[in-house]
C-alpha cells in the first residue's frame, strides 16, 4: 500500500493509491485457507460439476464479476450482482440484504453459496459424498479438521480463504511508491479535492465510512421496485427496496454496479445520487466535482 497526503484542513490525510495494481494480490495466511483457495477454484463440487467461486467471483476482476447477473449451474441467472469479496468486513450480515450472519461467525456464509439454486446449488449430504471421492481432499480435510465432517471442512476453509481475500486490499498491494510518483500533480489535486467532498459536501461517509467504507447498515437507494432487499429477512415493510451498504473497495474493477448491476461505470452511479438517491438524499456536483469524486472513488 502506497500513502500520499494531502493538506485537508490542517490534518494528514493518509490515503491508499492503488491506481496500478489491478489484481487483489491474497496473502494465504493458513495451510486451512490455502486449501479453501483450491476449493474455490475446484467446480467439481457444485451440482453440474461446473461452477466454481471463482466463476462469479472473478479474481481478475477482485472478486466480483463483470455482468449484471452472473450464470450459476445450469446457466440460471443470479438474482442480483456479484459483489466483490475484498474488503469485506468479518463482522457485518453478509448478502444485500444482511441475511446470512457474519464470515466471523462461521461458515454460515459459504454454506449459502454452496447450496443457492443460482449458485452451485449443492446440498450437504451430496457434498460430503463427493468429497469422499477425492482421496487427496480427504486426507486434507481429515488432517486440518479430525473432528468435523468433510464437508464443513471444506466450508471452514473456503470461510479462511475468503477472509484472507477480504484483507487483500489492505495488506497485499504493492508498496511501490512509483504508482504515486506516475500521478501528475493535477491529478493529485483532483482525488484529493474528491476525498474532501466524499467527506463534506456529497456526504457519502455518512453511509460508506470505517476501514471497508461500509456502515453494515440497509438504506433504499430508490433503484429498484422488485426486489424485496431487507424486508425478505425481517418481514418489516418499511424495508422493502433497503440493501446494505456495500464496501467500496476496487471500485475500477467491480462494475456494474449496485445490488442490481444496474449502473455500469461510477458516473452513473454518482448520477443517481445527483438525481436523488432515496434515503441517501440529493446531491449537488458541478461537472469538475463530479469528476473529482470520479478520481477518487478509483484510488480506493
Ligand atoms: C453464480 C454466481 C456465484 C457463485 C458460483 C458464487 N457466488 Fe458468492 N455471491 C454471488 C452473488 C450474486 C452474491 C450476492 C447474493 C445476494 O446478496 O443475494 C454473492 C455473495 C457472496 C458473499 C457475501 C458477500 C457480501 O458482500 O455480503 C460471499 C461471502 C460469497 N458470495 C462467497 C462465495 C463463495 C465462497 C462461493 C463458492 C463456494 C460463491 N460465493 C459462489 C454469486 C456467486
Ligand atoms: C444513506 C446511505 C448512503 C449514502 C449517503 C451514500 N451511499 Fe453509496 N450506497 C449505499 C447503499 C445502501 C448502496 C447499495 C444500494 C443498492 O444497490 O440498492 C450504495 C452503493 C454505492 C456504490 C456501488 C457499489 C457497488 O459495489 O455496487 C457506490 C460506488 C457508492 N454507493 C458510492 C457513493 C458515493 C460516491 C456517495 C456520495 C455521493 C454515496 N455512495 C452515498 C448507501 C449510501
Known amino acids: 500500500m502506497i500513502f500520499a497526503s494531502c493538506d485537508d484542513k490542517g490534518v494528514e490525510i493518509q490515503k491508499s493509491l492503488s491506481l496500478h ?3 487483489a494480490s491474497v496473502t494465504v495466511s493458513s495451510s486451512a485457507a490455502a486449501l479453501g483457495q483450491v476449493f474455490f477454484s475446484d467446480p467439481r463440487f457444485s451440482r453440474d460439476g461446473q461452477v466454481a467461486c471463482s466463476t462469479c467471483h472473478q479474481p481478475n476482476y477482485a472478486y466480483a464479476d463483470t ?5 450459476g449451474v445450469g446457466r440460471r441467472l443470479a ?10 468486513p468479518d463482522d457485518i450480515p453478509l448478502m444485500w440484504d444482511g441475511g446470512v450472519t ?38 486434507a480435510l481429515h488432517r486440518l479438521y479430525p473432528h468435523h465432517s468433510l464437508a464443513a471442512g471444506y466450508l471452514l476453509s473456503i470461510r479462511d480463504f475468503v477472509k484472507d481475500i477480504a484483507l ?11 504508482a504515486t510518483s506516475k500521478l501528475s500533480l493535477e491529478s493529485r489535486h483532483s482525488i484529493a ?3 474532501a467532498l466524499f467527506r463534506g459536501k456529497a456526504g457519502c461517509v455518512r ?21 424485496p432487499g431487507r424486508a425478505a429477512i425481517t418481514l418489516l415493510e418499511e424495508d422493502r427496496g433497503r440493501f446494505r451498504t456495500p464496501p467500496l473497495r476496487m471500485l475500477r474493477k467491480t462494475a456494474p454496479y449496485f ?41 480506493l
Open 21 to 23: 495494481s489491478d489484481q
Open 67 to 71: 455482468v449484471a447477473f452472473s450464470k
Open 79 to 88: 438474482v442480483r450482482n456479484t459483489p466483490t469479496l475484498v474488503g469485506l
Open 102 to 139: 457474519p464470515l466471523r461467525h462461521g461458515s454460515q456464509g459459504i454454506l449459502a453459496a454452496v447450496t443457492a439454486q443460482h449458485d452451485m446449488d449443492m446440498n450437504p449430504l451430496d457434498l460430503e459424498r463427493k468429497l469422499s471421492y477425492f482421496p487427496r481432499y480427504r486426507a
Open 168 to 178: 487483500s486490499s489492505e495488506n497485499g498491494i504493492h508498496q511501490s511508491p512509483s
Open 193 to 195: 479535492k474528491g476525498l
Open 207 to 227: 453511509c460508506h465510512h470505517g476501514p471497508s467504507m461500509t456502515d453494515g447498515r440497509f438504506y433504499n437507494l430508490a433503484l429498484d421496485t422488485v426486489d
Open 259 to 299: 445490488h442490481n448491476g444496474s449502473a455500469q461505470s461510477l458516473q452513473i452511479v454518482l448520477q443517481h445520487y445527483i438525481n436523488g438517491a432515496g434515503e441517501a438524499g440529493q446531491i449537488n456536483l458541478s461537472r469538475a466535482e463530479q469528476s473529482d469524486l470520479i478520481a477518487y472513488m478509483k484510488t
